[in-house]
């Protein structure tokens, strides 16, 4: 479905949406106070305003109090779904790369960084 995120502006906007308003829809749907994240947590857009588009990151935020971070990167010129943990200044990242048919992978691994920071 997603397939032509790189080369079309409408696809690329449809899949940042869809992975943004999954995230709050959870949030939503648990109870959980929006404004213990910020998202995006890194600038995807040039000085001029114009966003990058190269799925670096799709997805970021930051939880508040815990300092930690969540990025989604889709790259297809990956051989497989990689995850790791990483220290960062304010706390630890957790960054996902994965090729773009690995969006559900993705989306569950949000889903348990999203609770592994509300359950502190």
């Known amino acids: 479905m997603f397939e032509d995120y790189l080369s079309s502006i409408e696809t690329y906007d449809k899949l940042e949406a869809l992975i943004a ?8 749907k648990t ?3 929006p404004d213990q994240f910020i998202t ?17 990151p ?8 815990t300092g ?8 297809d010129h ?6 790791t943990r990483e220290p960062i200044e304010t706390g630890v990242e957790t960054c996902v790369v994965a090729k773009i048919h690995e969006l559900e992978k993705i989306k569950k ?12």
């Open 58 to 65: 799709i997805f970021s935020v930051i939880h508040i109090s």
């Open 31 to 33: 109870n959980t106070r």
């Open 40 to 56: 995006p947590h890194y600038s995807n857009t040039c000085s001029d305003g114009t966003q990058f588009r190269d799925a670096n």
């Open 21 to 28: 308003s999954f995230f709050n829809d959870h949030l939503k």
């Open 68 to 75: 930690n971070v969540f990025r989604a990167v889709i790259c």
């Open 109 to 120: 691994d949000l889903l348990d960084w999203i609770y592994s920071q509300t359950k502190k």
């Open 78 to 83: 990956v051989g497989g779904y990689s995850k």
